[in-house]
């Protein structure tokens, strides 16, 4: 039996969205699968209501606090203990779900990340990555996206190994090419974080090394299956893309491959490199995003990703 956590407090519409798109997630999980509510049970049985669902459509699991979208992550996790995300985590701290996702606080699931389950092992830094459609009707996995701003060559090696296994184990590619994100495909090319990457992974038998990828390249799928960058700079292009999308959607532009850069297609990132399974969304996350939220971790949890990387770095 599957069991996956779910904030119902978090994110700019709960519990409406939550609830909305637990509803529509249950109609596509399999069978055996369990979805955790954690929030104020009243309220969440109000929405149960308007959707003419049972009370015990969901287990729901009592909490008497929320942590705000704009409040402190350290100094909320700490003070807000019987908060819908300090519960959820205490939850899967200890083996009572599978996997724990939210469209809350990003900050606090970081800290909560970091606090109860903690990185495995190994791993200098964790990494939240975005999968995103490529123009060739497959996808690419870009990490960091905004974790770690600042990255050493050893922690963008890492974060390659750790791509490689995801790609892997939840993208089902048998040998994934992993790039470089760098501001041109020489090896000379790149400050000095990028070049002293290349060095390493150049000289790796743990994945596919293709060499240096040009941004421009990198949607098109044609080049790289996981691209590594620091978060900053992932950061920015996921940005991007995703502010690209809403301008072509304000602007009334059909297109196939676009409409596919919507982030509510996926609707959860994953933080990869903890000793859990914990995906963060969007705090204006529709109910068809939470929905799409659910089951990547549901898919992540399956693909026994955290076991593979424990393997992998121990």
Same mark, same amino acid.
């Given at each position: ?140 996995? /870009? ?128 933080? /990869? ?21 659910? /089951? ?19």
């Amino acid at each position: 039996m599957l069991r996956i956590g779910i904030d119902a407090m978090g994110g700019d519409f709960a519990p409406e969205a939550v609830v909305k798109g637990a509803l529509d997630a249950s109609g596509e999980l399999p069978d055996g699968s369990v979805l955790v509510l954690f929030g104020d049970r009243e309220q969440i049985i109000r929405e149960l209501r308007k959707e003419g669902c049972p009370e015990d459509a969901f287990e729901i699991v009592h909490t008497t606090e929320v942590i705000g979208m704009n409040e402190h992550p350290a100094q909320s996790f700490v003070k807000k203990s019987d908060s819908s995300v300090v519960v959820g985590f205490r939850h899967l701290q200890e083996g009572k779900i599978d996997g724990f996702a939210s469209v809350g606080n990003t900050g606090a699931m970081l800290v909560g990340s970091m606090q109860t389950v903690g990185q495995i092992e190994g791993i200098i830094r964790p990494a939240i990555s975005a999968q995103i459609e490529a123009s060739n009707g497959k996808s690419f996995l /870009l990490l960091d996206v905004g974790l770690n701003v600042d990255c050493k060559p050893e922690v963008l090696y890492q974060y390659a190994v750790i791509g490689n296994a995801y790609a892997q184990n939840i993208m089902n590619l048998d040998k994934p090419r992993v790039a470089l994100l760098n501001i041109g495909e020489e090896k000379e090319k790149g400050n000095i974080a990028t070049k002293a990457a290349y060095e390493l992974m150049e000289q790796t038998e743990q994945f596919d090394f293709v060499g240096n990828v040009e941004s421009k390249y990198i949607f098109t799928g044609e080049f790289a299956d996981v691209v590594v960058c620091d978060g900053f700079v992932g950061n920015v292009i996921l940005k991007q893309a995703e502010g690209f999308y809403e301008i072509a959607k304000a602007n009334g532009v059909k297109d196939e491959y676009i409409d596919k850069l919507n982030y509510e297609i996926v609707g959860g990132t994953p933080v /990869l490199g903890i000793n859990g399974n914990v995906m963060v969304g969007h705090g204006c996350s529709s109910p068809f995003a939470v929905k799409n939220m659910i /089951l990547q971790t549901e898919k992540t949890i399956k693909g026994r990703l955290v076991k593979k990387l424990c393997e992998i770095f121990n």
